[in-house]
């Protein structure tokens, strides 16, 4: 399967070709050039393993920090959870407290989380990983699926079939590569149980991102999102930031590897480790221009 | 691919990377590198959620206010006020903030009777163009019955009973009421 990313409403299209290898780059070269063909597959490991290693070092490569902040996510309506009898036990430490009944999520801790979720997803979309976006909310299922037809990832919004995840190879194929990280927008199911994908990702070894309300559960969720999962506006602005640092990434890694192929020797630092400053679209159109040769 | 499911134990990460220690699991996943890099603020280990019995309470506390007391009077007084809240908009004043904001004013000038400060607050909002209307005070057993009767009447003919209202009304509300005529300027039609 070419670019599986076309059909993103099918985990079926999670299917792809194997590791991407770099046997295209030995090419048909004559005599001496032997030698040659055969330090191009060292020197691709070597810089392969430098462009995965590079963004490890710093703490925030993809500069997710500056795509929300506190007040952006108030004016959202982040912070508002459900009724205090609604609460679940666990979500306790991220409620900053209770107003006239309703619990209000608190949202320095909720920026944390989503700083550190944010990141998440970025490295894995940089190294390639499949992401699904998984929600069983019928009001977004459309906005949910658009946002991971944007990002070239996958979305799964509707009934979850036991043993998609771990009966795989039945239900899917038999060489099916699962994906590498889901992004729950929506923790609970249509009636109100914690969603099937989120144990059978922890046993199938899966990393999980999630916004969690007030009466969802955040134990078996890698990176919870302490968060409002009901108001419009909210879900927006998540389906927003996570589309925005996949697509930062993806992007990053297209010119990383554009720029190592380009210098050939190992490559000095990159000019740009965080991306830069000004947040707008327009950004990832001046990085192409100014990474050409 | 060799893994283990068992969800319960430990969390996905101690998992992996024992499995790998073991020499089970060949290959480390692609995720794995990130997450030791950038651990969760909590390892995701599995909890199971008890409840909570005796006279355990969660330690989740209220959000209030000192401006909620001032609030209480207003809505106690007045009932919700005569402006409906817009709540598409961000920066909106209901009456009742504006009514708070005054009172705290007139609290920093120095006031400190309570009463007194209630009623400035309205005389300075009436002052500005803003009507407020006095709802029925909760009352006690006896007058109840004669009193519901004479409010259904009101509602029914809104002009005419007010002059009956006043003696009723100065015995809970004595300290509050200022003049009848203030009354009358309340119940016209804004």
């Known amino acids: ?154 979305a799964h919004t509707r009934y979850f079939k036991g043993g998609l995840l771990t009966n795989a190879p039945l239900l899917l194929g038999a060489r099916v590569r699962l994906p590498d990280l889901i992004i729950f927008l929506h923790t609970l199911n249509n009636v109100f149980e914690p969603h099937v ?73 990159p000019a740009n480790p965080a991306a830069p400053g000004a947040p707008s679209p327009g950004a990832q159109a001046q990085l192409g221009v100014g990474h050409s040769p | 691919m060799a893994g283990s499911r068992l969800e319960t134990v430990g969390s996905i990460f101690t998992r992996t990377r024992d499995l790998i220690r073991a020499g089970v699991l060949k290959e480390k996943p692609l995720w794995f590198d990130v997450y030791n890099a950038f651990p969760p603020l909590r390892e995701p280990v599995f909890r199971r959620p008890r409840l909570r019995y005796g006279k355990a309470k969660s330690p989740t506390q209220d959000i209030f206010y000192h401006e909620d007391q001032i609030r209480a009077k207003f809505y106690a007084a007045y009932g919700s006020g005569p402006k409906a809240f817009d709540l598409f908009n ?46 029925e005070k909760a009352r006690t057993q006896q007058e109840g019955s004669q009193v519901s009767r004479k409010s259904e009447s009101m509602g029914v003919e809104s002009q005419t009973a007010l002059e009956e209202n006043p003696p009723l009304k100065e015995v809970p509300q004595a300290q509050h009421l200022e003049s009848p005529g203030e009354e009358s300027k309340g119940l016209s039609p804004p």
């Open chain 1, 1 to 154: 399967m070419a670019t599986g990313a076309v059909l993103p409403r099918l985990l079926g299209a999670g299917v792809r070709a194997a590791p991407r290898g770099r046997a295209a780059q030995r090419g048909r070269t004559l005599g001496s050039a032997a030698a040659a063909a055969a330090r191009e597959p060292e020197r691709d490991s070597d810089r392969s393993a430098r462009i995965l290693s590079e963004p490890l070092k710093h703490s925030d490569f993809f500069n997710v920090k500056e795509l929300f902040s506190v007040r952006s996510l108030f004016n959202a309506r982040v912070h508002l959870g459900h009724k205090a009898g609604c609460r679940h036990r666990f979500m306790e430490p991220y409620i900053f407290g209770s107003r006239l009944g309703q619990d209000i999520i608190d949202l320095e801790q909720t920026a944390t989380h989503l700083q550190l979720a944010l990141n998440f997803t970025a490295h894995v979309a940089f190294r390639g990983g499949i992401i699904l976006f998984v929600s069983r909310a019928r009001q977004f299922s459309h906005l949910i699926e658009s946002t991971a037809r944007s990002c070239g990832e996958y």
């Open chain 1, 197 to 269: 994908a989120v144990r059978d990702a922890a046993k199938m070894s899966i990393p999980t991102v999630g916004v969690v309300d007030t009466n969802c559960n955040p134990c078996l969720i890698t990176y919870p999102v302490p968060g409002n999962d009901d108001s419009p506006p909210a879900v927006q602005l998540f389906c927003q930031l996570f589309q925005t640092a996949v697509t930062r990434a993806k992007e990053k890694r297209r010119q990383l590897e554009a720029l190592y192929r380009l210098q050939g020797a190992p490559g000095p630092h």
């Open chain 2, 90 to 135: 961000p920066n909106f004043k209901s009456t009742c903030q504006r009514f708070v904001e005054k009172y705290i004013e007139l609290q920093k000038l120095g006031e400190t009777d309570e009463e007194k400060l209630f009623v400035e607050a309205g005389k300075a909002l009436l002052a500005e163009g803003v009507i407020l209307r006095r709802v």
